[in-house]
């Protein structure tokens, strides 16, 4: 039986929306949107029609040979079970993938890439980024551009989960301007959605609900009433939530409208839930608390742990607010139950993620062997036919090389080993010179800088004494031979023995202060003058001497130092780090 080939526009109209588009909580919580399209949007009708799609194409997957027509039917698989049955999705755009590579499929590569990016969307951002970005370039090689707007959805919802809003932001004007080149309004709409959600992520706006009226236009005018009604919930929940009360009431009036009119059922604890923060804010406590019972009563019905968690919250809020403690006790136990059955929830998951994640990359990894295994057997043919011909002609010269090869050998060791020892003795005297002549100029910085610097000390002590002797001086005369003293000393004092230390340390080691400077811009003078004594070796006592500061405060200064160079909690030495500058 042969198989369809993928149907492109029909598999993306039928299931963007679950992959784009958000339902908001009312605390400002984003739910996802394919929960509830999965949860609510399907009829029992539309649920059996699916399993008869799935259970068609299994019949189909039985006969299928092993060419693109079961490539085509393994991808259809995973899009009819991507939202339903995430592990079967993984196995289905697995197979695909590796019977696509092995039969160099192009079409298949970039439908395969791009479902299991969708598999991996929510939980393993760098997976499912490398694999949109595979699915990208094949489906470039295509010039698929239904499939390239739908890959830089992806990525934009990657980087929305990442908090990389701006490239979030330029993937879906790109997937944008394509869909609306190719009149996909359905699709479309989506993408606006999002849009108004990033809107509200970066700049906390009111704008964000442009570009939710924009999405509802298209909508209301293809009549996609379930998507319309969450377009009318997210635009009153931001009414609200940026205070306009009345305006976002209106709103949620028509979403619970087209919901009773379509029987949306298990859209109702989203609105309730919205109408009860409405009646929270006009401190309406009454209305609040029927709203919030609802909200629960129905997401109970319908197994919604999320917004059973959520109505309880309500619940305890207002309880709280209307001072009766005993009922906002009872809420909190209540809270906690749901909340463990949602962690459960969410461990099973990421447990079934980490499996189907092992399961792809060592399926991945089996494949890259076998397509080794292939291209070694493949040259090794290919070299067969050559070494036979070589085999002739290299058994004639082969006593010859052999004979000349010994005897090159051994003059080549010989030569090898003078060369060796030479160069070694070489190296090692000119490293011997290097290190001694950097020795011989530290040791010759730091004495100059200390006798620089004791001779100012000692200088001014005398200059100090001779002004006390000054002031007890009776006789002008000797006053005036202590003044002249005192100039003379003073003129003697080096008041640039810094700055001469620092220009003559940078003689030595020339980059050590601009390297610094570079990677550390935060140091102060008097640290990056620490950094100099460090690189000298001199110890915390020689820098208490040399600077007069205690070796408390040298220490102290050390720690601060390390902190700025980003190596505290390690166990490199300090001056060891500082060598390498």
């Not at 439908?111 to 997976?127: I, K, P, R, T």
Request: hydrophobic letters at 40%; a neutral charge; glycine letters at 2%.
């Amino acid at each position: 039986m042969k198989s369809p080939e993928v149907n492109t526009l029909g598999l993306f109209v039928i299931i963007h929306y679950c992959t784009f588009a958000t339902m908001k909580f009312t605390h400002g919580i984003r739910f996802p949107f394919f929960l509830i399209l999965i949860l609510i949007g399907a009829s029992t009708s539309t649920i059996i029609a699916e399993n008869t799609d799935v259970d068609s194409l299994l019949e189909q997957l039985l006969v299928a040979r092993q060419d693109t027509n079961k490539v085509n039917v393994l991808i259809d698989l995973a899009s009819k079970t991507v939202f339903s049955d995430i592990k079967a999705a993984e196995q289905y755009a697995r197979r695909a993938l590796q019977l696509s590579q092995k039969i160099n499929y192009t079409k298949g590569l970039a439908y395969s890439n791009y479902w299991l990016a969708m598999v991996y969307v929510d939980n393993e951002f760098d997976l499912a980024e490398s694999l949109a970005i595979q699915s990208l370039e094949f489906a470039n090689e295509i010039n698929d551009e239904i499939l390239i707007a739908m890959v830089y959805k992806v990525i934009g919802n990657l980087y929305t989960d990442a908090k990389r809003y701006n490239d979030a932001l330029s993937y879906y004007n790109k997937s944008l301007d394509l869909l609306v080149k190719l009149n996909q309004d359905s699709i479309a709409a989506a993408i606006y959605s999002n849009l108004g959600i990033l809107q509200s992520e970066m700049h906390g706006d009111i704008h964000s609900i442009d570009y939710y009226l924009k999405a509802a236009e298209i909508n209301q005018r293809t009549k996609n009433y379930l998507w319309l009604t969450t377009n009318y919930l997210n635009i009153g929940s931001d009414y609200i939530k940026f205070g306009q009360l009345e305006k976002g009431k209106s709103y949620l009036d028509k979403s619970l409208k087209i919901t009773n009119e379509n029987d949306f059922a298990r859209v109702y604890p989203y609105i309730f839930s919205n109408y009860c923060v409405y009646f929270i804010e006009i401190k309406n406590y009454d209305s609040a608390l029927i709203y919030a019972q609802k909200a629960l009563d129905i997401s109970r019905d319908h197994s919604n742990k999320i917004m059973e968690l959520e109505a309880l919250n309500h619940l305890k809020d207002i309880y709280y607010k209307k001072n009766d403690l005993k009922k906002t006790f009872s809420i909190f136990g209540q809270i906690t139950s749901v909340t463990d059955s949602i962690n459960k929830y969410k461990q099973l998951k990421e447990l079934d993620l980490m499996e189907m994640r092992f399961r792809y990359e060592e399926a991945h990894r089996a494949q890259e062997l076998e397509n080794a295994v292939l291209k070694a057997n493949h040259y090794r043919k290919e070299l067969t036919y050559v070494l036979i011909i070589l085999f002739a002609g290299f058994v004639i010269f082969i006593f010859l090389f052999l004979y000349i090869a010994q005897r090159n050998r051994t003059h080549r060791k010989i030569l090898e080993q003078k060369t060796t020892q030479l160069e070694n003795e070489k190296l090692s005297l000119e490293n011997e010179k290097i290190s001694n002549d950097l020795e011989y100029k530290n040791k010759e910085l730091a004495t100059n800088v200390i006798y620089s610097i004791q001779k100012n000390k000692v200088l001014t002590g005398l200059i100090e004494g001779l002004v006390e002797i000054e002031k007890n001086a009776v006789k002008e005369e000797t006053k005036d031979a202590i003044q002249k003293i005192s100039k003379k000393i003073n003129e003697s004092l080096e008041s640039n023995a810094w700055e001469e230390f620092e220009v003559r340390f940078q003689q030595v080691h020339k980059a050590f202060y601009e390297t610094l400077s570079v990677q550390h811009p935060d140091l102060t003078p008097n640290e990056k003058r620490l950094c100099a004594f460090l690189r000298l070796d001199m110890s915390s006592k020689e820098i208490s001497r040399l600077t007069g500061q205690s070796i408390s405060a040298i220490v102290v200064a050390r720690t601060r130092l390390r902190k700025k160079l980003g190596i505290t909690n390690t166990e490199q030495n300090l001056v060891t780090f500082l060598s390498q500058y």
